[in-house]
């Protein structure tokens, strides 16, 4: 008896192996020609003093590295990355919350609102580059007639370096809160209904139901959008490549543009994979870290 | 609390919940409304009058330029580059995310980390290497060049999202399959897979809009005009030192809209799908 | 089974794949040339492609592949095929420092000796067959355009003010003053593109200096240096511009391509602009009413100063084509590179607007006479300073530049730093 289970519960594991093997194989295979491939090349390449063109690479070993760690443009790039970090999930989370339960309680009265709402996401950054730029100058600006009436002058959105990390973080808040608002919008949809009843029944005030009970049955999915959103601001390179090119005097520059720059503008492809790699190390350890500390926090609830 | 009190602080609410509504709307369509209007000004006019003057007198001759400027042909490839892409890329992240989401073994943990972890790639230096890669394969200046890229750059986020959403079904379903003597592999096919449809849609949706506007992959990938992509058409507008602004904006306009319309076509799915994964069980 | 679908689904797009590369194997035994160039827009890219047609009808033997790719997209491009060693046969750079790392790296092929067939070099301008030589060896053709940098006015508010053409700096400064006066903004500026103030910058350091202070110090020779008291006085008069607000606000967040720039001379808020003479065909595509009110004058002179007033900055030539030296048909890509400038494509050319870097060259358009001369006349021409310089240091020269104008550093600083840089990159 006892050996027969022992038998079925191998059987069981190595049915259960099979077919993790077999339903992983074509997402891995993917992965393992056109993701792993980048990476060690970039891995590689950092150890290499190379300008993309000659036929020999210098090998530098760690020099590229020492680079790194002395160099204030990158720190610079590193905190514009953070304050987009923190500006993303202060501001597109909770506005994407408050579309969410806005178009929630409209039910579908409000699809209209709710494509609208979700336009800034299907527009290509090629026009909300233009039309922010648009929008943000200084003489025919839609700000300008207003802030001239107030103070006289128009502040200088983009090409001021105190202020131009934020006009690019405006418009990249307004870009991504849509997408935030569909994921919390699916979130409120499964709540089930008894809770809030029940909730209501017991003398509880909407907003009382709501970060009572609400919020903390949507942890899983505020974990996620947390991730995502943190992830996607250590990553990003669009529109600021488009609006500023990571100007002026630096004010804008991002990890991601940065590296950009140094590997092909300038031809320094060694040094560019380096940032590349750091990038790589540092959005890894930011997301999973993340993720592990929600879950520790969330005991378990979201993932197991 | 009194019933008066009551019902002024509701009515309260709902003005505060509608100025929040019009503003937003303002917000989110304004961009949008000016992409529209720039299509349909004359090059000179944005320039002389500005980018927010109504149209002094409405045109659609860069609708007809541009839609003759080969639109067409790269609004084909786009379709069929990112339907097959999607097709493969939503199969092959809802098999992984099954796997994660529902089978234990030992490097289930392990395994969906360094998946996590590989969002993490930034995709400007792997262009060398994918460019050798689709040069050895014989594949470079094909549209087929593109499929493997978009579907291994998508995969991460859509196996993340798809896992939290097969994570949160109720255990008594495949419960009840093994009960009727599924394997696993049946289970995932038979029972799973198409509950998971509608969760499908959600990534289909957000990778199908990312892949629509992609530009680098196709930039590198592609050489010849027959086998550009969308994004690419606005190149025949953007010149060496000035580009035609009215032009670009029709056919970014006429880009959006096939999202704008899979979009309220898909968002009712869309949010059915966000719903059916996040359920707790 | 659905698995089961998808693993046949994968198959049936592996074969398409493997039967649509073979079927790439293509018609006949032609001989592939392929050529890479930035004139995206319609009549510029067709008048290349009607040359490259009229090549294959006298070559039968050969197919000439033309892709047209957007300035910006053809840079990235570029290196990547460079770093994976599959260039294109035909491409384009602007010469000056970038043409010389791809020399350094063996990426281009020596055409000296096609150049000289017949002399052939003969026909070309002096000033762009020096561009395209590096080590005593010709490297690339120059075709689009004589492109040179001067100020641009509206002619409209000059009468309206009494303002008269400027032969000084200090007549410049007085009609600065002036506009200053009546509200209107005397020079639009786009900066966020950084090579457009560089211009006023490179001119400044020309006439303070002459043409030997920044070849100099760019080439580390006769002890040039960035810190060469030239530079700073060009820094702080810049500097001196916009504190007294010569220049329109918020410049160094404006975008020169798409317009923000010209929007303020179209308008007449601004009055001037220094800029590259292809501004006129823009105009003549964008706006074609306002050419009538467009004139140019050249960078006036500066009292005391080295810098001859009849010197340019700007390229002759504009896109230097080159052959690859991974190229299989050197001569034959040579050949196809002469079609781009034969008498049809002068004439197309010269109709666009553009002045082809030929001595023969002639034009009938007062505005483009009045460049050509001041081209002709020029004793020396300066190429640009992002394009003449070293990858590496021609973008440290932008940002820097733009760091200037943003008044975030002083000349002292902007100096150093370059000084720096270039010590540290010499002879690398």
Redesign the interface.
């Known amino acids: 008896m006892i050996s027969a289970s022992y038998t079925l519960g191998r059987d069981r594991?190595r049915?259960?192996?099979v077919?993790?093997v077999?339903?992983?194989a074509?997402?891995?295979?993917?992965?393992v020609?056109?993701?792993l491939?980048?990476?060690f090349?970039?891995i590689q390449?950092s150890a290499f003093d190379w300008n993309?063109a000659d036929a020999v690479k210098e090998f530098v070993g760690l020099a590229n590295w020492g680079a790194l760690w002395g160099d204030e443009r990158f720190g610079l790039a590193l905190l514009n990355n953070l304050r987009i970090v923190a500006f993303s999930i202060a501001t597109q989370l909770p506005?994407g919350m408050?579309?969410a339960l806005?178009l929630y309680?409209?039910g579908g009265r409000?699809?209209l609102?709710?494509?609208?709402?979700?336009?800034?996401?299907?527009?290509?950054?090629?026009?909300?580059g233009?039309?922010?730029r648009?929008?943000f100058d200084p003489e025919?600006g839609?700000f300008a007639p207003l802030a001239r009436a107030l103070s006289g002058t128009s502040p200088d959105f983009l090409g001021d370096p105190k202020i131009a990390i934020y006009s690019v973080i405006f418009v990249i808040c307004?870009q991504f809160t849509?997408?935030y608002m569909?994921?919390f919008?699916?979130?409120l949809?499964?709540l089930?209904e008894d809770v809030h009843e029940a909730a209501i029944i017991d003398g509880a005030s909407?907003s009382r139901y709501f970060f009572s009970f609400a919020l903390p049955?949507?942890r899983?999915?505020l974990y996620?959008a947390i991730?995502?959103s943190m992830?996607g601001s250590?990553?990003y390179?669009d529109l600021v490549y488009v609006m500023t090119e990571g100007g002026p005097s630096g004010s804008t520059e991002l990890?991601?543009t940065y590296?950009?720059k140094n590997?092909?503008t300038i031809m320094k492809?060694g040094y560019?994979?380096t940032i590349?790699t750091a990038?790589?190390a540092?959005?890894?350890a930011a997301?999973?870290g993340t993720?592990w500390a929600l879950k520790r926090n969330g005991r378990g609830e979201?993932?197991e | 609390m009194s019933d008066k009190k009551i019902v002024s602080r509701l009515l309260a609410?709902k003005i505060l919940?509608g100025a929040?509504?019009a503003l937003?709307?303002v917000?989110?369509?304004l961009?949008?409304y000016?992409?529209l209007i720039s299509s349909i000004k004359q090059?000179?006019e944005?320039?002389?009058h500005?980018?927010?003057a109504l149209p002094m007198k409405p045109t659609l001759v860069n609708f007809a330029s541009v839609i003759r400027g080969g639109f067409w042909h790269y609004f084909v490839n786009s379709v069929v580059v990112i339907g097959?892409s999607l097709?493969?890329l939503v199969?092959?992240?809802a098999?992984?995310s099954?796997?994660f989401a529902r089978?234990?073994?030992r490097l289930?943990k392990p395994?969906f980390?360094f998946?996590?972890?590989?969002?993490?790639?930034?995709i400007?230096?792997?262009?060398?290497?994918?460019?050798?890669?689709t040069?050895r394969?014989?594949?470079y200046d094909?549209i087929?060049a593109l499929?493997?890229?978009y579907?291994?750059?998508n995969?991460?986020?859509s196996?993340?999202?798809l896992t939290?959403f097969m994570?949160?079904m109720p255990k008594e379903i495949e419960e009840a399959a093994e009960i009727d003597g599924c394997?696993?592999?049946a289970t995932?096919?038979r029972v799973i897979?198409p509950l998971s449809i509608p969760g499908m849609a959600?990534i289909a949706i957000?990778d199908g809009?990312n892949m629509w506007?992609e530009f680098c992959f196709a930039?590198?990938l592609t050489?010849?005009?027959a086998n550009r992509t969308l994004?690419?058409a606005?190149?025949?507008?953007?010149?060496?030192?000035?580009?035609?602004?009215a032009l670009?904006?029709t056919v970014?306009t006429l880009?959006?809209l096939p999202?704008?319309i899979a979009?309220?076509f898909g968002?009712d799915k869309?949010?059915?799908?966000?719903?059916?994964?996040?359920?707790?069980g | 089974?659905?698995?089961g679908r998808?693993v046949g689904?994968?198959l049936l797009?592996s074969a398409?794949?493997v039967g649509?590369?073979v079927s790439?194997g293509g018609p006949a035994q032609k001989k592939k040339i392929?050529m890479w160039h930035?004139?995206?827009?319609?009549n510029?890219?067709k008048t290349i492609d009607d040359s490259m047609a009229r090549f294959m009808k006298d070559h039968p033997g050969y197919n000439v592949?033309v892709?047209?790719?957007?300035?910006d997209?053809y840079k990235?491009?570029l290196k990547?095929?460079m770093?994976?060693n599959?260039m294109p046969d035909i491409f384009i750079s602007w010469s000056g420092g970038p043409m010389i790392s791809y020399v350094d790296s063996g990426k281009i092929a020596d055409i000296t000796s096609y150049m000289n067939k017949k002399n052939y070099k003969d026909r070309f301008m002096a000033g762009g067959i020096a561009q395209a030589t590096y080590k005593d060896k010709i490297w690339a053709v120059p075709i689009e355009s004589v492109s040179i940098a001067m100020v641009f006015y509206n002619k409209e508010v000059f009468a309206k003010y009494g303002l008269k053409e400027p032969a000084t700096i200090d007549e410049l400064e007085a009609i600065c003053a002036t506009l200053k006066s009546k509200g209107v903004t005397p020079f639009s500026l786009a900066n966020k593109t950084k090579w457009t103030g560089s211009m006023y910058y490179m001119y400044l350091v020309d006439r303070y200096g002459g043409p030997s202070v920044f070849a100099d110090a760019a080439n580390r020779k006769n002890g040039g240096s960035f810190e060469n008291e030239v530079f700073a006085k060009a820094g702080a008069k810049i500097q001196e511009w916009v504190k007294k607000g010569y220049f329109n606000q918020g410049f160094n967040g404006l975008d020169?391509?798409?317009?923000q720039s010209?929007?303020l001379l179209?308008?007449g808020k601004a009055a001037m602009t220094v800029m590259?003479s292809?501004?006129i065909s823009?105009v003549k595509?964008?706006?074609?009413?306002f050419l009538a009110k467009l004139d140019a004058f050249p960078f006036p002179a500066v009292k005391d100063g080295n810098g001859d007033p009849s010197d340019t900055v700007g390229t002759i030539g504009?896109?230097f084509y080159s052959v690859s030296a991974s190229c299989k048909n050197p001569e034959a890509a040579f050949t196809a590179i002469t079609y781009l400038l034969d008498d049809t494509a002068v004439k197309e050319r010269s109709a666009q607007g553009k002045i082809p870097p030929l001595n023969s060259t002639t034009v009938s358009d007062p505005l483009l006479s009045k460049v050509l001369a001041t081209a002709k006349a020029a004793k020396a021409n300066q190429l640009w300073y992002d394009q003449y310089l070293s990858p590496e240091m021609g973008e440290l020269h932008k940002d820097t530049s733009q760091e200037l104008f943003g008044l975030t550093k002083t000349p002292a600083e902007v100096d150093k730093i370059m000084e720096e840089k270039a010590q540290a990159t010499a002879g690398k």
């Open positions: 594991q049915s259960t192996r077919t993790a077999l339903l992983l074509p997402a891995f295979f993917f992965i020609v056109f993701l491939v980048s990476i090349n970039s390449l993309g506005i408050a579309l806005l309680k409209g409000v699809t609102l709710k494509v609208v709402y979700f336009l800034p996401m299907l527009m290509s950054s090629v026009a909300i233009f039309l922010f648009s929008i025919f839609l307004w849509p997408f569909i994921y919008l699916a979130g949809n499964t089930p909407e049955m949507m899983g999915i996620n991730v995502m992830v250590l990553k390179f990890m991601a590296m950009y590997a092909f492809m560019g994979s590349a990038m790589f540092i959005v890894t997301s999973l993720l979201s993932y | 609410y919940a929040f509504a937003w709307l917000v989110a369509g961009p949008f000016y992409m090059r000179y944005i320039l002389g500005g980018v927010f097959l097709l493969i199969l092959s992240s098999a992984a099954y796997v089978l234990r073994f289930n395994l980390g998946v996590v972890a590989l969002m993490a790639i930034p400007h230096v792997t262009l060398i290497p994918i460019f050798m890669l040069q394969m014989g594949i094909t087929w499929i493997g890229p579907v291994a750059f995969l991460p986020i196996v993340f999202i939290g994570h949160e394997d696993k592999l995932f096919t897979f959600t957000y809009v506007n930039m590198v050489q010849s005009s994004p690419l606005v190149w025949d507008y953007q010149g060496q030192y000035s580009s035609n602004t670009i904006m970014l880009s959006a999202m704008i979009f309220i968002q869309l949010i059915r799908g966000m719903m059916a994964g996040a359920v707790k | 089974m659905k698995t998808m689904l994968a797009m398409a794949l649509l590369s790439c392929t930035i004139q995206t827009q319609d510029q890219k592949e892709v047209a790719l957007q300035n997209a990235t491009k990547v095929s770093g994976a599959e020169e391509d798409s317009g010209r929007a179209y308008s590259g292809w501004l823009t595509s964008e706006n074609p009413d504009d896109n």
